[in-house]
């Protein structure tokens, strides 16, 4: 490709000026866009790296889990690999069937017809998300796990003196309420029951109070700051319940799809990549993770970094 590209910058000098210039930004775009895209399969690599760094340590065995949101994208990727790490999964979609399908989907899989239920509820309702926690504590007779990943985002984007109340408490509901109705009953029985459980949240990296601008996605946001600091809240009232917050990076999901052209999709990192962090927050020791945000492509590279240095280790190159 970079050959093609020489090439074709050879040819322009033999253009007239104005074509010389249409082609050179033509030229400049594409080469913009190929470094995004390297960037893109170098997260790729990490993550990968990261995955190595995980199956060589985490255990999973026997843990009960639940993860919101969990029939497609980031969630969808979360369930298999916690089944695959020895969990029992609660996957959870607003639909009971397509939750039970994906749920067999995942036994199937994995070859094991035990290691996952599916579980519907509508989590803009007010109630569900406390229901959700008492079918999943009734089904895999306790919870040691949850992973607030269910988020809803218009497919417009659109400025927050053109949202609708509707639309705004809608948002609100899925991303915050819902997660604030679990979270209160998974903890209120961990206490009950004397298990030292875990809660990983969600958020964005538009939840970063530098993000904040225009670009017509506040509602989203606004909820997932309002997610931020209920986690804050959560983690100072639990002595022995561990809670972290993951933002993950801009990831191609159906739900981000309609907001971004092709060429920046591209560059996106795909589902899959944000199992180590998320991994890693669900077993490390609570010393490292309680209480605190962290990003994604910063937390992959700190294990790309641990693995490569427990490989040379290994090898005898340490």
């Not at 695959?84 to 959870?92: E, M």
Request: aromatic letters at 4%; glycine letters at 8%; proline letters at 3%.
């Amino acid at each position: 490709m970079v050959a093609a590209m020489q090439l074709v910058a050879y040819y322009c000098t033999q253009m007239p000026t104005q074509a010389r210039l249409l082609v050179g930004l033509g030229l400049a775009a594409t080469r913009k866009l190929l470094e995004k895209v390297r960037e893109a399969t170098q997260q790729r690599e990490l993550a990968s790296i990261a995955q190595k760094r995980l199956d060589s340590s985490c255990s999973l065995q026997a843990s009960r889990v639940l993860i919101t949101g969990s029939t497609r994208g980031i969630g969808l990727a979360l369930a298999h690999a916690f089944a695959r790490h020895g969990a029992r999964v609660a996957v959870h979609g607003r639909s009971v069937a397509q939750a039970r399908s994906t749920a067999a989907q995942l036994c199937s899989a994995l070859g094991e017809g035990s290691r996952a239920v599916g579980l519907g509820a509508d989590l803009s309702l007010p109630g569900s998300g406390k229901r959700l926690v008492e079918h999943c504590i009734e089904t895999l007779k306790g919870l040691d796990i949850v992973i607030n990943n269910a988020a809803i985002h218009s497919p417009q984007r659109k400025a927050i003196w053109a949202t609708s109340c509707e639309e705004m408490h809608e948002v609100i509901n899925v991303n915050l309420l819902a997660p604030f109705e679990i979270c209160a009953a998974a903890s209120g029985s961990m206490r009950e029951r004397g298990v030292a459980g875990r809660i990983i949240n969600i958020s964005t990296g538009a939840a970063r109070p530098q993000n904040v601008s225009d670009n017509g996605i506040a509602t989203y946001a606004v909820s997932k700051f309002g997610l931020e600091a209920m986690s804050a809240f959560l983690a100072a009232e639990n002595a022995d319940i561990t809670v972290s917050t993951l933002r993950p990076d801009t990831i191609d999901t159906d739900m981000v799809a309609p907001l971004f052209p092709l060429d920046h999709r591209l560059r996106m990192l795909p589902a899959q990549s944000v199992v180590p962090a998320v991994l890693y927050l669900a077993t490390a020791p609570r010393a490292e993770v309680h209480g605190k945000v962290f990003e994604q492509l910063q937390l992959v590279e700190q294990l790309a970094r641990e693995q490569r240095v427990q490989s040379a280790a290994l090898s005898g190159f340490g």
